[in-house]
């Protein structure tokens, strides 16, 4: 079945980087595009940003400039760098991909942004 786990996550301060991997399993992954996505304390899950399988990507405006998405076809695995992290950048991070009608998503991992 699809799998997608999220590693890398921690306490970082102002500042600081933080690189994610999603590690996906049980569908053709190099054939999907995937997503990275975040959910504060008391707010709404907002996406951060988007990968087609080929590779092209978008951004929110809230991480342009300071956060990349990349993704390993051969490793079968996504990834978030993220830089210049901010106090309000603090929160869950998933990932997720989408197979009409299923929409799949992973555990999640906590990224704290504090001095």
Do not use: H
């Not at 595009?33 to 399988?53: C, F, H, N, S």
């Amino acid at each position: 079945q699809v799998q997608l786990v999220e590693s890398g996550g921690g306490l970082v301060q102002p500042g600081g980087s933080l690189r994610l991997p999603c590690a996906a399993s049980g569908f053709s992954f190099r054939s999907y595009a995937m997503g990275w996505y975040r959910q504060a304390p008391g707010k709404q899950r907002e996406l951060v940003g988007t990968i087609t399988g080929g590779g092209i990507t978008n951004y929110a405006d809230s991480v342009k400039g300071r956060f990349t998405i990349s993704r390993d076809n051969a490793k079968k695995t996504m990834y978030l760098q993220m830089n210049d992290l901010k106090p309000e950048d603090t929160a869950v991070y998933s990932c997720n991909t989408q197979s009409t009608p299923y929409t799949y998503w992973g555990q999640g991992t906590q990224v704290t942004v504090s001095s």
